[in-house]
């Protein structure tokens, strides 16, 4: 595609359950990143890819988050147990390689726990 | 740890005014510094960036000023238009093929053109 596609756009979900989102970066990027984004605040790192190993994961902020991806393309963000302070925009982002700039962002998941 | 402070919280401008946005950072190893535009329910794109090479971009009415002594940098828009409004990040990145390339964002700034 064109552009970063995430999906679903929207999720809401029950305390406890598991929840996965998707992200399919622009074509040929090898770079991907996750990022959190609280309601009226900035983007907070999660994770970062390079082609599917994870070099950096310093921004998860829980063992309940996890993040894969295949090869270089689709990857999935996953987070278990969900709480209500998990509620966020979650974004994704892709860039061209490892340390290039700019980022491509999607539009994010908005996952809101009741 | 916030590494990237940006002022003000929330700006009001009338159309045809100047916008100033600003921001510091602390990390001296940061060589990239963008600016987004975000839309309700859309994600940042990217307005302007600029290295520390230069102290000055512009382009159309967005102008990126940067005092690398001060570590702040700063989002100028000209002619502001209701069609601004909207909510800028300014972020921070090492770049080079040995860093990730994540970028440390500020908490934002909603602006708020007035017809």
């Known amino acids: 595609g064109a552009g970063v596609s995430q999906s679903p756009s929207n999720k809401v979900t029950e305390k406890g359950k598991d929840v996965e989102l998707r992200c399919d970066p622009i074509?040929?990027?090898?770079?991907l990143y996750w990022y959190r984004q609280r309601l009226g605040q900035g983007l907070e790192f999660l994770i970062y890819?390079?082609?599917?190993?994870?070099?950096?994961k310093s921004g998860l902020p829980s063992d309940r988050f996890s993040a894969e991806r295949t090869g270089e393309s689709v990857s999935t963000l996953t987070i278990q147990r969900t709480q209500q302070e998990d509620s966020a925009v979650y974004l994704c982002?892709?860039?061209?390689?490892?340390?290039?700039?700019?980022?491509?962002f999607g539009d994010g998941t908005r996952l809101s726990i009741l | 740890q916030q590494q990237v402070k940006q002022s003000p919280q929330s700006l009001i401008v009338q159309k045809g005014g100047i916008s100033i946005i600003n921001c510091a950072y602390e990390?001296?190893?940061?060589?990239?510094f963008p600016w987004y535009q975000q839309f309700p329910g859309k994600g940042p794109a990217l307005l302007i960036a600029?290295?520390?090479?230069?102290s000055e971009k512009k382009e159309g009415r967005f102008t990126i000023s940067f005092n690398k002594s001060a570590k702040q940098f700063s989002l100028h828009i000209m002619d502001s238009q209701p069609g601004d409004s909207a909510t800028y990040f300014c972020?921070?990145?090492?770049?080079?093929?040995?860093?990730?390339?994540?970028?440390?964002f500020g908490q934002g700034t909603t602006l708020q053109v007035k017809p």
């Open positions: 982002a892709s860039s061209l390689r490892q340390g290039a700039q700019p980022q491509h």
């Open positions: 074509s040929g990027h090898t770079a």
């Open positions: 890819f390079q082609g599917n190993s994870a070099p950096d």
């Open positions: 990390n001296t190893a940061f060589d990239y």
């Open positions: 600029i290295r520390p090479d230069v």
């Open positions: 972020a921070a990145s090492p770049v080079g093929s040995s860093n990730t390339g994540k970028l440390i």
